[in-house]
């Protein structure tokens, strides 16, 4: 069982992938500490305080490995990655006050230390200045990307919500939860990667947002199940919540699928009574080798994303983060 | 004493004055409806209650009367208040989840419908449509304009949080928070009434914003002592919530102002247990004749309102405003 949980903290040479692209990475980080002094100074040290919760800046990666990929970096693609990373920590934010999170990359979050009322509010204003950074730009093109993306991840957030407690969700309906609430902004910054690289070549940028949705659901994926299977002092953040707070992931939905009434029935009455079974439900999931099952959709939807872009010229950095996605997601608790 | 409370609650004629926008009005309606068919199925119900909670449309009008005043209605006016209109229904949203408001128009709020989870993310959604509905618009303008204003508000709004139980509020504090919590939008309704009228005079749209931002805390500050001095059943929401949730307004700042340091303790105390207070805290107000003092302030403010747009050739539509404002804010429980 020790192997199985194993597949999901494997190390990974994400550092390596980023060697490149460091000086870009940089840059964004150094413009949005920038920003915190567009906010007004009685709102700054919330502002600072959610800027400061960028993890390893994955989507502002994508960002410059989708301009590579198709046709250089610029001077757009920092502030691309900003708005991106921005709207990601606005959501962040209140998705911490949705799910009651008190603790995120291993310190409170901004609702368990200012509480819920700051969060909601503050949320917002990082939100509508990620919009006026993008309406800064020359045409309406990101504007009305960026609106739309955040529309859909936070349609997929309520309809998460909705489902909660609800452990006999489909299989297609939790896929698309996912892809709505993840991918769809990897698949946005790989689009705009694309876009301010190659801008007269729309089908670059559909291929590269493709390829943003399917690693984006393999992410999502994988991060769910190391919320299930991970070790707690890896992950910088709780874990096990989706089981006590009654959310359905792949492992408890791939169980379910193989089970046949009765296992159901039993399933489906521990599932119920998540926080004091958690345990319990964990150690049934790794007998059932559940973890490779996992591991096998999510390899799936990482050779679905690089079959999207395998036409690319400059191929090599996205298959590069995708193969480094496959073996080091465990440590991207992004 | 009643009729210190009548100058609150006036007959007005703000359907009258709206006759002549009443058909841009029922446009802006429509399109608030057919708005909801945007969104996906399994969240549009929420959107739908979000949507119907528009009140008398003040910053629709805003939008018909800034344009009458300068150059007249076309058809980007309608889609300009409907991003206007979308922008406050999701700040009302977000309001009610950090204000606790469980009556809103006299119907349960979202919050108190299906809660807070599901009202912070239906917000967030009715916020990214309104962007996305401006970035339908040929130019940046308004995407620009919108996000600015909208950070705007939600920092007022944290402000006003951050000042939650603090009654030794100073009247430039509480002025600049009206100013950004309220007046914002009111301002932005103007300009864009005036933008999309005469696209080519920046005065006249400054002039519009000015006129806004002055109504709009002339309506704020009514509202504010509606809430202390008015009565429930014409205001078609809870009142009173102001001192019972500690939140500094006018009424209390005046009283404060005029007190020596011996009432100002027992004022303080009093205000301290607002909950048990409010009754005894609105008849010493009473007392002082402090409605009378409030009015002047509102008065003043739709002066200085009425000086920005003076010499306007099409002044009369918005004299006709704020004039109807004056008599008539009771009413407007928007």
């Given at each position: 069982?020790?192997t199985q949980?194993a597949?999901?903290?494997p190390?990974?040479?994400?550092q390596e992938?980023?060697?490149?692209i460091q000086?870009?990475?940089?840059e964004?980080?150094?413009c949005?500490?920038?920003?915190v002094r567009?906010?007004?100074?009685?709102?700054?040290?919330?502002i600072?305080?959610?800027?400061?919760?960028q993890g390893?800046q994955?989507r502002?990666?994508?960002?410059?490995?989708?301009a590579?990929?198709t046709g250089?970096?610029?001077?757009k693609?920092?502030?691309?990655?900003v708005?991106?990373?921005m709207?990601h920590?606005?959501?962040?934010?209140?998705?911490d006050?949705?799910?009651?999170a008190?603790?995120?990359?291993?310190r409170?979050t901004?609702a368990?230390?200012?509480?819920n009322k700051v969060?909601v509010?503050?949320?917002?204003?990082?939100?509508?200045?990620a919009l006026?950074?993008?309406a800064k730009?020359p045409?309406n093109?990101?504007?009305?990307l960026v609106?739309?993306?955040?529309?859909v991840?936070?349609?997929?957030e309520?309809?998460?919500?909705?489902?909660?407690g609800?452990?006999?969700?489909?299989r297609?309906?939790y896929?698309e939860l996912?892809q709505?609430k993840?991918?769809e902004?990897?698949?946005?910054?790989?689009?705009?990667?694309a876009?301010?690289a190659v801008?007269?070549n729309p089908?670059?940028h559909q291929?590269l947002?493709?390829?943003g949705?399917k690693l984006?659901?393999?992410y999502?994926?994988y991060?769910?199940?190391l919320d299930v299977?991970g070790?707690e002092?890896?992950a910088?953040?709780?874990?096990?919540t989706?089981?006590?707070t009654?959310?359905a992931?792949l492992?408890?939905?791939?169980?379910?699928?193989r089970a046949d009434?009765i296992?159901?029935?039993?399933?489906?009455?521990?599932?119920?009574?998540?926080?004091?079974?958690?345990?319990t439900?964990r150690?049934?999931?790794?007998?059932?080798h559940i973890p490779?099952s996992?591991?096998?959709?999510v390899?799936?939807?990482?050779q679905?994303?690089?079959?999207?872009?395998v036409?690319?010229?400059?191929v090599?950095s996205l298959r590069g983060?995708?193969?480094?996605?496959?073996?080091?997601?465990g440590?991207?608790?992004?």
């Amino acid at each position: 069982m020790a192997t199985q949980t194993a597949q999901f903290a494997p190390p990974g040479n994400w550092q390596e992938l980023c060697d490149p692209i460091q000086p870009f990475l940089d840059e964004v980080s150094g413009c949005l500490q920038e920003e915190v002094r567009s906010f007004d100074p009685q709102i700054a040290n919330f502002i600072q305080y959610a800027l400061g919760s960028q993890g390893k800046q994955l989507r502002p990666a994508l960002v410059a490995l989708g301009a590579r990929a198709t046709g250089g970096l610029n001077p757009k693609h920092v502030h691309a990655a900003v708005i991106i990373e921005m709207v990601h920590l606005a959501t962040l934010v209140h998705d911490d006050v949705v799910d009651g999170a008190e603790v995120r990359r291993s310190r409170p979050t901004l609702a368990a230390h200012w509480g819920n009322k700051v969060s909601v509010l503050a949320g917002d204003c990082l939100f509508a200045e990620a919009l006026k950074l993008a309406a800064k730009l020359p045409s309406n093109e990101v504007c009305r990307l960026v609106s739309q993306s955040a529309k859909v991840v936070c349609t997929g957030e309520i309809r998460q919500t909705l489902h909660r407690g609800n452990f006999e969700l489909s299989r297609t309906e939790y896929l698309e939860l996912v892809q709505m609430k993840t991918a769809e902004l990897f698949a946005l910054a790989c689009e705009l990667g694309a876009r301010f690289a190659v801008p007269e070549n729309p089908e670059i940028h559909q291929a590269l947002r493709d390829y943003g949705l399917k690693l984006g659901t393999a992410y999502q994926i994988y991060d769910d199940c190391l919320d299930v299977f991970g070790e707690e002092n890896h992950a910088g953040k709780s874990l096990g919540t989706d089981l006590i707070t009654g959310k359905a992931t792949l492992p408890v939905i791939i169980a379910l699928e193989r089970a046949d009434e009765i296992e159901r029935k039993a399933w489906l009455a521990m599932l119920k009574d998540g926080e004091a079974q958690a345990g319990t439900i964990r150690e049934r999931l790794l007998g059932q080798h559940i973890p490779a099952s996992c591991c096998e959709v999510v390899e799936d939807y990482i050779q679905q994303a690089n079959a999207c872009v395998v036409e690319l010229p400059a191929v090599e950095s996205l298959r590069g983060l995708s193969d480094c996605l496959l073996r080091q997601l465990g440590a991207l608790t992004d």
